[in-house]
């Protein structure tokens, strides 16, 4: 499941598109550090300048950067907790009895994608940026995140 196209812009300048998908299965709740699989699906597509979007196709799950460790995750997930309790009354669990209502707010609120710029030294982040997943239902998923990478 993996593309690469060569386009033309109208005053014949080449770029490409590669599109490569990350798998994995997930608990509710995991803090999950993609940047290396970032970086080496940009290394791998020979594309050497451009843009990279990372998207997550679900509405319980967010694509952030953030300095990836412990202690900060934590703290992340305090701060969640904190503004978007999950013990609330949230008329979509009302609805839908899967009571994850807080997940999907969390996941509006943080969105589904980023976009990185890269070049010949990769992916343009900072020191301590890192790309990470969060698992933001309250039940274990598969997830397919889409990274397309588009540049010359
Ligand atoms: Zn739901």
Same mark, same amino acid.
Request: no cysteine; proline share 0%.
């Given at each position: 499941m993996q593309g690469l196209a060569i386009n033309n812009f109208s005053d014949g300048v080449d770029f490409m598109i590669a599109t490569r998908y990350l798998e994995f299965e997930t608990c509710s709740g995991d803090t999950r550090n993609i940047t290396e699989d970032v970086q080496g699906a940009v290394a791998g597509s !020979?594309? =050497?300048a451009g843009l990279a979007t990372i998207f997550v196709p679900g509405a319980t799950a967010a694509i952030i950067t953030i300095e990836y460790e412990d202690g900060l995750a934590k703290d992340l997930w305090n701060a969640l907790e904190r503004l978007i309790p999950q013990e609330m009354e949230y008329l979509h669990n009302l609805r839908w009895?899967? !009571?994850?209502g807080h997940s999907h707010i969390r996941a509006s609120i943080l969105g589904p994608s980023l976009t990185v710029p890269f070049d010949t030294h990769g992916l343009?982040? !900072? =020191?301590w940026q890192q790309i990470v997943f969060l698992e933001l239902d309250n039940r274990s998923r598969k997830r397919k995140v889409i990274v397309q990478i588009i540049g010359e």
């Open positions: !020979g594309i =050497t009895q899967d !009571g994850n343009m982040l !900072g =020191t």
